[in-house]
């Protein structure tokens, strides 16, 4: 990077820290420093919870997503909107009414405090595990600029998130999310309009798109509906709804978002806000990686992304292979350059025989050139078992690096480190007040003083902080980030919302019945997806009704006097 790209990432994040610090003042007990005093407009509301979803991840992986898959990921969003309904109308006020730190809070007041511990104690594990991943992904960036192992840089990106988490608390958390979203719309509409703007003379953004959409990127729709295929307008409004509404209405990373909010009304139209922004949002993001696709139709890109990998490789004793590939790649790339030029001319003439004809010749050069990638691929496994081959992460920082201007390539670089610090600091937020309201004031130490709590709070942040740390330095084998996190996520999520579907409205359904069922769905549905049985996104639909049919069979079959079977909701 440039001089000046140094100075706006520098200035940037600084800006934000400092930002953050400032506006979160002195925080005196646990409601300041967990709920920021419960005091956010709906705004701060609602690109807060944005901002928690919307990781590293979402900008450094979704346009490599786009990349090599298509827009077809759009899909798993679409049941997110529904989701946002159901919570306005069910979860937000009961929350609300009940004045919860966290949301496992009320199962106790429903249930028992067994089911409570369990319910905490599996969103512990996920999100400890996916905020790993989310701290991984900004450090691959810093990896490639200078150099270095990612082990490094993941060590300076975990440290200075727990920095101003531990120090300004939710409220430092909520302030820096609305100037980073701010930040990042910005970044991200600037990159889109550079992407056209690099694209040769005569392939303007329809052309792009048509082009992409002749390789098979333009996939944003698909109506069949197949469980084996992870991405379709079944999968997205179904399986994605039970996503959806468990991550938001049950993880206390965004539940503890939207409790932040000065009402009930504050905390629905956050939500909402939420709702009609996120679908068109994910979609221009994968857009930019279709634009970046269509550019690199006619640019050469690296025959593998990575570039840590492929010194590795060039350093080895296979290193002249590896060049004699990267030669061959030069040479199919220039064959597929010109059939792309070839359909681009064919578009002009609206001929639809020469079109089918120069695609057709377009798609042959394709595989050619992927067949040569996975030789490549091939020869990194063959010098190192352990190497990192899925490259979809290094697609947009690769173009970020190589072709946008100085000064904006800092602020790109910025977005995502942004992007990263925001759901990271909301992730630790809410793993420290998970674990000290539902663990440690319930369990370990009732009774103590509101200093006791906060400093257990903080102690708690710089814990967890440490454990994401360790996750993220094993984060690299687990291929695409983006899909890696959902999938994670999709092997408990069903289960944490099937204890809350019964919570609310099945009021005959006791503790006893809930725990047994959480514990044996949560083994068949770690089982299945172990195994791969069906597509992950499903898992989360399957999770839910699977607990429900269990809790309630078990419930008929084994009646238990006196216990609670009431509660608020």
């Not at 192992?149 to 200075?160: E, M, P």
Request: aromatic share 12%; proline share 2%; charged share 15%.
């Amino acid at each position: 990077m440039s001089l000046p790209d140094w100075i706006v990432l520098g200035v940037t994040l600084l800006a934000i820290v400092v930002y953050g610090v400032w506006k979160s003042g002195k925080n005196q007990n646990i409601d300041q420093y967990l709920m920021g005093s419960r005091s956010m407009p709906w705004y701060t509301v609602g690109l807060s919870v944005m901002a928690t979803q919307a990781s590293a991840i979402t900008f450094l992986s979704a346009p490599g997503q786009a990349y090599s898959d298509g827009m077809r990921f759009v899909q798993f969003y679409f049941g997110l909107p529904l989701a946002m309904i159901v919570l306005c109308i069910t979860f937000v006020p009961i929350f609300h009414r009940l004045k919860v730190y966290t949301a496992y809070e009320f199962l106790e007041q429903r249930f028992d405090l067994k089911t409570r511990a369990l319910t905490s104690f599996l969103f512990l594990i996920q999100r400890g595990l996916s905020t790993g991943i989310t701290i991984y992904a900004p450090s691959i960036i810093l990896s490639t600029i200078l150099n270095i192992n990612t082990v490094y840089t993941t060590l300076f990106i975990g440290g200075l998130v727990i920095f101003y988490t531990v120090y300004g608390g939710t409220k430092a958390v909520s302030y820096t999310q609305l100037l980073q979203m701010s930040i990042i719309f910005l970044g991200m509409f600037l990159a889109g309009l550079v992407v056209v703007s690099l694209l040769p003379a005569g392939v303007g953004f329809s052309k792009a798109l048509h082009l992409a959409g002749k390789l098979g990127r333009m996939n944003v729709i698909d109506w069949k509906f197949d469980l084996n295929n992870k991405y379709t307008v079944w999968s997205g409004i179904l399986g994605g709804f039970f996503l959806q509404l468990s991550y938001f209405g049950t993880d206390q990373s965004q539940v503890g978002r939207y409790l932040t909010g000065s009402s009930v009304g504050q905390s629905r139209l956050g939500l909402i806000m939420n709702g009609l922004i996120k679908i068109p949002m994910q979609f221009l993001i994968l857009l930019i990686g279709v634009l970046v696709f269509a550019f690199y139709q006619f640019n050469q890109p690296p025959l593998f992304f990575n570039q840590y990998e492929v010194k590795q490789v060039k350093d080895g004793k296979y290193a002249a292979q590896y060049n004699q590939l990267e030669k061959q790649y030069s040479v199919a790339f220039q064959q597929k350059k010109s059939k792309a030029d070839d359909l681009v001319h064919a578009m002009d003439s609206k001929d639809a025989g020469k079109i089918s004809q120069a695609n057709g010749a377009l798609k042959q050069a394709d595989t050619q050139e992927t067949l040569i990638r996975q030789n490549a691929i091939a020869l990194m496994k063959k010098n190192n078992a352990k190497a990192d081959t899925d490259d979809t992460n290094y697609v947009f920082l690769n173009f970020v690096t190589h072709y946008l201007p100085r000064g904006l390539i800092g602020l790109l670089i910025a977005i995502v480190f942004l992007a990263s610090m925001g759901s990271t600091a909301s992730a630790l937020n809410s793993l420290a007040s998970t674990s000290v309201v539902d663990i440690y004031k319930r369990i370990i130490n009732p009774g103590a003083s509101d200093k006791n709590y906060l400093n257990a709070s903080r102690i708690a942040t710089v814990i967890w902080g440490l454990v994401c740390i360790a996750m993220a330095l094993y984060a690299s084998k687990m291929g695409n980030l983006l899909e890696a996190v959902n999938q994670l996520g999709s092997y408990i999520y069903g289960t944490i919302l099937g204890v809350f579907v019964v919570a609310f409205y099945l009021k005959k359904i006791r503790g006893n019945s809930v725990f047994i069922a959480a514990v044996l769905t949560e083994i068949t549905i770690c089982i299945m997806g172990y195994y791969k049985v069906i597509a992950y996104l499903w898992l989360n639909a399957i999770g839910c009704i699977l607990l429900i049919i269990i809790a309630g069979l078990i419930n008929l079959l084994m009646p238990e006097a006196g216990e609670k079977v009431t509660g608020e909701g």
